[in-house]
């Protein structure tokens, strides 16, 4: 018994140390001002995530740096939804596959219009991701299909998967996030503070006109992708990118920008 004892009291101190020594890693990082994003990155020992502000158009917006390898990049999710929701495709009949997000009104706006909203050598730095979505033979499926192709991204929104969200209508696309754990982690606000409902890129299968949402109440499931909600956008960087500090942005703290934007 005294050994059982002794042996949980070892364990308990070395997970302890170990994570200290981790703390104290990291602290040594970002107080000798030599940091780079995947330094930044969430991983299971933080409580949450860090924030980096990105620029765009003539306004910065904080960026969860939720994923340090996100198909060998480090993931960046805006904090905020955007603002103006739009429709995830305006098919409303059957056998249209409006569900499928390579040829979405939401994958074309984000590639085109809000990727130029950043300056252009951010663009020029934004990788080109591979993300998982259902094929056009999965969308049309009824449920009785799971299969997925890759496609290559620089701006993207993520999917149910990735939000670890348990479901038969819908494709397994990439991986669970170990950032979102219960259930408020899906809810997302507007910069107003207002929750708001928000599109995953996970087409809902009961049908191939239906597309996977967010509430802004939490709730999860299916919704006619005529609908107009919004959309939290994200991107990668490589994880070498050099970050500093800054009080210039938030009035009185300082946050994490782009050493080089």
Known sequence: MKKTI???ILLILFSSCSFNEYQNKTDKKIESGNIVLKDIAYNKKLEEAHSIYIQEDESYEPYLVIDGDYDGGVLLLRKYLLDEG?????????????????????????????LSKFLQSLQDKILDTTISVAN???VGSGGWIDETENINRKIFILSATELNIMGSMKATEGKP???YKKRDDLTAQLKSGANDA???????LWDDIQAWAIGANGDIGGISVSYTL???PAFCL??????VETDEIVEGRKVYVLKNP
Not at 86 to 99: K, V
Not at 198 to 204: K, M, N, P, S
Not at 238 to 243: A, S
């Open 6 to 8: 002794g042996l949980c």
């Open 86 to 114: 739009i429709q995830y495709s305006e098919e409303m009949s059957h056998q249209t596959f409006g569900g499928y997000y390579p040829i979405s009104i939401i994958d074309a706006y984000l590639n085109t219009t809000f």
């Open 136 to 138: 056009k033979e999965t």
């Open 177 to 179: 996030l170990a950032y």
């Open 198 to 204: 928000y599109w995953l890129r996970t087409a809902y």
């Open 230 to 232: 919004s959309l939290r």
């Open 238 to 243: 490589d994880g070498n990118t050099e970050v």
